[in-house]
């Protein structure tokens, strides 16, 4: 089942043309391309790693700004920002939250065919049911 892109509220967008390569790498995999599968690994683990980037910049705004090595500010910001991402990248290469593993399971698990379209408008999705299907 291909990737389609994925846009939550305050959730930033991940790096431009992931999901197209995490399709493409998955297809690789399917048809048998050698380092397609360290490929995917490594795309499925840098979304991994902007996820969790993302997670401890969150948590981070909940803590309140009290002195400390720098003032708050943009300098403060900056430093915050570069130890998420190295935190992120860490986490994510020691084996991450388990996102990367699952990501990568379902990108490479043998896709079945799609059905035949019921409806005749080029949709795979199920006609509607009628009130006297549904009892």
Same mark, same amino acid.
């Given at each position: 089942?291909? $990737?389609? #892109?994925?846009?939550? !509220?305050?959730? !930033? %967008?991940?790096?431009?043309? *992931?999901?197209?390569? $995490? @399709?493409? $790498? %998955? /297809?690789?995999?399917? &048809? ?7 490929? *995917?690994? =490594? ?11 993302? *997670?401890? =910049?969150?948590?981070? /705004? ?6 400390? $090595?720098?003032?708050?500010?943009? !300098? ?13 990248? %860490?986490?994510? @290469? ?5 996102? %990367? ?6 990108? +490479? =698990?043998?896709?079945? #065919? =799609?059905?035949?379209?019921? +409806?005749?408008?080029?949709? &795979?999705?199920?006609? #509607?049911? +009628? ?5």
């Amino acid at each position: 089942m291909p $990737l389609e #892109p994925l846009v939550l !509220p305050h959730i !930033p %967008a991940p790096p431009a043309g *992931l999901a197209q390569r $995490l @399709n493409a $790498l %998955a /297809q690789s995999v399917q &048809t048998g391309e050698p380092e397609a599968r360290a490929g *995917l690994h =490594r795309a499925c683990t840098m979304l991994e790693t902007h996820f969790v980037s993302w *997670l401890l =910049r969150e948590m981070r /705004q909940t803590i309140p700004h009290e002195d400390g $090595l720098l003032p708050h500010g943009p !300098p403060q910001e900056t430093a915050d920002q570069l130890f998420d991402d190295a935190l992120a990248k %860490a986490v994510a @290469n020691a084996g991450g939250i388990g996102l %990367a593993r699952a990501l990568e399971a379902q990108l +490479t =698990r043998p896709r079945a #065919p =799609r059905p035949a379209d019921p +409806t005749g408008t080029g949709s &795979t999705a199920s006609p #509607p049911r +009628t009130p006297a299907e549904s009892r």
